[in-house]
Nanobody, 124 residues
Framework: QVQLVESGGGLVQAGGSLRLSCAAS????????MGWFRQAPGKEREFVAA???????HSADSVKGRFTISRDNAKNTVYLQMNSLKPEDTAVYYC??????????????????WGQGTQVTVSS
């Protein structure tokens, strides 16, 4: 049974930092991309950042320069370091994985596995 387990969400003041983790288990993830999406209340789920097996990264314009994605293939874990957080970053953050590539064009149906989500709340 494949599982993606997120951790690290919480409440932080604007300008603060959080680090999200997502540990994948239940199968081998060689050549799988891993990424993060988020969904704010009343809004559609949107792409945040992704990283390929070979550590090529891609991120949304809204988080460039503030968020950094990384991964540890030996641990099947992906991380999202979020700095300079803004109230508009408030959302449920979901970990995702699929073969090869995840990008801003990846639809929800194209994601093979999703995590359960972790809440990030940024107060002003």
């Amino acid at each position: 049974q494949v599982q993606l387990v997120e951790s690290g969400g919480g409440l932080v003041q604007a300008g603060g930092s959080l680090r999200l983790s997502c540990a994948a288990s239940g199968r081998t993830f060689n050549n799988y991309a891993m990424g993060w999406f988020r969904q704010a209340p009343g809004k559609e789920r949107e792409f945040v950042a992704a990283i390929t097996w070979w550590s090529m990264t891609h991120s949304a314009d809204s988080v460039k320069g503030r968020f950094t994605i990384s991964r540890d293939n030996a641990k099947n874990t992906v991380y999202l370091q979020m700095n300079s957080l803004k109230p508009e970053d408030t959302a449920v953050y979901y970990c995702a994985t699929r073969p090869l590539i995840i990008s801003s064009r990846t639809t929800a149906a194209e994601v093979e596995y999703w995590g359960q989500g972790t809440q990030v709340t940024v107060s002003s």
